[in-house]
């Protein structure tokens, strides 16, 4: 019996020392994301090490051109 997939959430919070594990988990959020919106435009990475809290703010501000789901 198939399962349905959750509906994506309006945020994630990736973290953790296993840099593997966390990779594979943004690479699978990444593809769920391009799948359900058809392209990668709306995808922004940022990394925590190299990104302040304002950083993150203002791409979350920054208008939406496209239409579809956009991650930061």
């Known amino acids: 019996m198939a399962t349905r997939e959750a509906e ?10 296993d840099t593997p594990k966390v990779q594979r988990s943004l690479a699978r959020l990444r593809e769920r994301i391009v799948a359900e919106s058809g392209s990668e435009l709306g995808v922004i ?4 090490l190299e990104s302040s809290p304002e950083d ?3 791409e979350i ?7 579809g789901r956009r991650a930061v």
């Open 8 to 17: 994506l959430k309006s945020a994630y919070l990736i973290l953790g020392s």
């Open 45 to 48: 990475s940022l990394d925590a």
């Open 56 to 58: 993150v703010l203002a």
């Open 61 to 67: 501000d920054t208008p939406v051109l496209l239409p």
